[in-house]
C-alpha cells in the first residue's frame, strides 16, 4: 500500500531532504534582509541551546509528519487549509502541513536569536512577512481551492481575478469589501446634522439632538487625523455618534481635512492650535457653556491630551472630562510599530519631509495592514485574484480603506517626540504651542478606554495613562482589537468589558487586572452613565445649528471635507 502513496521515498532519502531543508533554511535566516523599512541589522547570534532544541523539535514533527501523510492527507489546523479541497487532495495538504512546519521553525529561529528585545521584535516581523507571503495558498500552482474553482467555473474564476487585479491596480489598493455597495453621507455616516464651522484643518459637525432635552455641557469627539471620523458613524446601528446623541448628549466631532498639498507645512502645533482648541472654542460659543466634556480617539486622543496641557499651562480649564479611547499618552510601549522606530529611520523621514511633504496615506494604510498580513493582505489576494471572488460588504473594512494623508513636518514631529523620546510624560521637556508641557497639570476626570487584542495601541499602553494622569479616573478594557473593541453597540449583546470597583490603579495592568471583573456585552452604558455624570443638568434641546455668523450652518453632515479621497 505503501508504495502507492504519494510520498513513497525511502527513510534514507527523506532523512536527505530533512538535512537540506534544514540547512537552507538556516542559511535563508541567516541571510535575512528585514526589508528597505528597516535599518540593516547587525550579524545575529543564535542561541546554540535553543538551536539543537529547535532542530530536533524540527526533525521529530517532520517524521510525524511523514508517518502521518503515508496514511493519507495529513490534517492542517489553519484556516487558510480548512476547505474539504485541501483536505481532498493529498499533496496540497501535505504541501500546506510542511509549509506549517518550516513557518514555524522560521518563527523559533527569531526567538533563539541573542538580542536585545527591539532587535528580535524586528525579526519577527520580518521572518513573518515572508512566512505570510510565502504560503502555498497565495500561489496558484498550490492552492486546491482555487484549481478547483478554476475548473468548474471553466476560467471564469481566473478571468474574474484577473478584472479584479487590473481595478485594484487602477484603485492603487487592494480591496477589502464591495466599496461601490458605500457613500459617505448615504449610506455610512448619515447620522442628520449640518457643518457649524471650517477652517483649513477641520471642519465642525453639529448633530440634531434625538431627545427632547439635552445635557447642558456638550461633547466634543476628536477622532484620529490619520482616518476619517466616521468610524464613529459608520451606519445607524452601530454609530457610537448617533449612541451618544440618543443619551441626550449634545455632541459635536471635529472632521478632519484629507491634506493636500496646500497643506504640507503643517505642524503639530497648528493641529493642536487650529485644531482641537480652535474645535474647544468654537463648541463653547456656539452652546454658551462654561466647559464642555470631550472624547479622543487614538491619535485624536494624543493631540487632545496635548491640546489639555496646553490650555492647563495657559490658566484654562474649558474642558470638564477627558475621554480617552485606545489612545497612547505614555509611548514607553508602543507595541509593534515600535519595529519601524528608531533615531536613523526618524532622522530619515526629517531629511524627507521635515521642513514640508505628505506622508501618503496608501503607505500609511499598507503598514497597518501588513501588521497583520494574512487578515489584511493576503486573505484578500486570495480571494479577489486566485478565486475571482468580490469580498462582501462590509462597512469597518470600507472605512479602512478610505486613507488619509498627514503633513510631513506633523508626522515626522509626532515620532520623533513620542514614539522615539517619549516627551510627552517627561515634565517640561516638550513645548507644544509655546507651553510646556506638564501632565500632573491635567486634574479633570478623565475615561480611559483599552481593548485586550488591540495591535496598534496595546491595552496596557493604553493602561499606561492611568499612571500619568493625575485626576480621577475610571479605566476599562474591552474585549476585541482596536476597532471591533470600541464600535460595540450594546444592541448587538457581543463581546465583554472588564473593570474593577474599588477604584485602585496599581503601576501594571496585570496587578489591576487581579481584581477586574468581567461584565457581559458593550461597555457603552458604563461610559454613558459616566459622561452624564459630568454633564450638568438637562436643558431644552436647541431647535437650529450653530450661533451668529462665524458658527451658522454651512453645509449638510457629513460635510465636503470628510468626501476627500487620497
Not at 510525524?64 to 484556516?79: I, K, N, S, T
Not at 526567538?111 to 521584535?121: G, I, L
Not at 468610524?231 to 443619551?247: C, G, H, K, T, W
Not at 480617552?324 to 526629517?350: C, H, N, P, Q, Y
Amino acid at each position: 500500500m505503501h508504495s502507492e502513496s504519494p510520498w513513497a521515498a525511502s527513510a534514507q532519502q527523506f532523512q536527505q531532504i530533512l538535512g537540506q531543508s534544514w540547512t537552507q533554511a538556516l542559511q535563508a535566516f541567516q541571510k535575512l534582509n528585514l526589508g528597505t523599512q528597516l535599518p540593516a541589522a547587525p550579524p545575529l547570534a543564535l542561541s546554540q541551546t535553543k538551536l539543537q532544541a529547535l532542530q530536533q523539535q524540527y526533525l521529530q514533527e517532520a517524521q510525524a509528519l511523514w508517518a502521518q501523510g503515508l496514511q493519507g492527507a495529513p490534517e492542517v489546523q489553519d484556516r487558510r487549509f480548512c476547505s474539504a479541497d485541501w483536505a481532498g487532495n493529498p499533496v496540497a495538504a501535505f504541501a500546506a502541513a510542511v509549509y506549517l512546519l518550516n513557518a514555524r521553525t522560521l518563527m523559533g529561529l527569531a526567538e533563539a536569536v541573542e538580542a536585545d528585545e527591539k532587535t528580535r521584535s524586528r525579526i519577527r516581523f520580518g521572518v513573518e512577512q515572508w512566512v505570510a507571503a510565502m504560503a502555498p495558498s497565495n500561489f496558484l500552482a498550490f492552492n486546491a481551492e482555487a484549481q478547483k474553482k478554476a475548473m468548474e467555473t471553466r476560467g471564469e474564476s481566473l478571468a474574474k481575478g484577473m478584472q479584479n487585479l487590473l481595478h485594484d491596480i487602477g484603485q492603487g489598493h487592494v480591496s477589502m469589501t464591495d466599496e461601490s455597495l458605500f457613500e459617505v453621507g448615504r449610506n455610512v455616516a448619515s447620522t442628520e446634522g449640518a457643518v457649524v464651522y471650517e477652517n483649513a484643518l477641520f471642519q465642525l459637525l453639529e448633530y440634531k439632538p434625538l431627545t427632547a432635552k439635552v445635557y447642558e455641557r456638550p461633547l466634543l469627539l476628536v477622532p484620529p487625523c490619520i482616518n476619517k471620523f466616521y468610524v464613529l458613524d459608520l451606519q445607524p446601528e452601530n454609530s457610537f455618534i448617533r449612541y451618544a446623541v440618543e443619551q441626550g448628549q449634545r455632541s459635536f466631532v471635529v472632521s478632519w481635512r484629507n491634506p493636500d498639498d496646500s497643506l504640507a507645512h503643517k505642524t503639530w502645533d497648528d493641529y493642536v492650535q487650529d485644531g482641537v482648541i480652535a474645535a474647544i472654542e468654537g463648541v463653547q460659543r456656539i452652546t454658551g457653556a462654561d466647559q464642555i466634556n470631550t472624547l479622543g480617539f487614538c491619535v485624536g486622543g494624543t493631540i487632545l491630551s496635548n491640546a489639555l496641557a496646553v490650555l492647563a499651562a495657559r490658566g484654562q480649564e474649558p474642558v470638564a472630562s477627558a475621554t480617552f479611547l485606545t489612545t497612547l499618552i505614555d509611548f514607553s510601549d508602543s507595541g509593534i510599530l515600535d519595529v519601524f522606530i528608531d533615531e536613523a529611520s526618524v532622522k530619515f523621514r526629517e531629511m524627507q519631509m521635515g521642513k514640508g511633504g505628505l506622508m501618503r496615506g496608501q503607505d500609511l494604510a499598507s503598514t497597518f495592514s501588513f501588521l497583520r498580513p494574512n487578515d489584511l493582505v493576503w486573505n484578500y489576494v486570495v480571494g479577489n485574484y486566485l478565486k475571482g471572488e468580490t469580498p462582501p460588504p462590509f462597512d469597518l473594512l470600507y472605512w479602512n480603506s478610505d486613507s488619509t494623508n498627514l503633513p510631513g513636518p506633523f508626522y515626522v514631529w509626532y515620532l520623533r517626540n513620542f514614539y522615539l523620546e517619549n516627551n510627552l510624560v517627561k515634565p517640561g521637556r516638550l513645548s507644544v504651542c509655546g507651553q510646556k508641557m506638564d501632565l500632573r497639570h491635567l486634574t479633570l476626570p478623565v475615561y480611559i478606554y483599552g481593548s485586550r487584542e488591540d495591535h496598534i495601541v496595546p491595552v496596557h499602553a493604553a493602561y499606561a495613562s492611568t499612571q500619568v494622569l493625575p485626576g480621577k479616573k475610571r479605566f476599562v478594557m474591552g474585549a476585541s482589537g482596536h476597532i471591533a473593541g470600541v464600535i460595540n453597540p450594546p444592541a448587538k449583546g457581543r463581546r465583554s468589558h472588564w473593570m474593577r470597583a474599588d477604584g485602585k490603579f496599581p503601576a501594571t495592568l496585570a496587578a489591576w487586572l487581579q481584581a477586574a471583573t468581567e461584565h457581559p456585552g458593550s461597555w457603552w452604558p458604563d461610559w454613558s452613565a459616566w459622561l452624564a455624570g459630568h454633564a450638568g443638568k438637562q436643558i431644552a434641546a436647541p431647535k437650529a445649528y450653530g450661533k451668529g455668523p462665524k458658527y451658522k450652518a454651512i453645509e449638510p453632515a457629513p460635510g465636503r471635507y470628510v468626501k476627500q479621497r487620497a
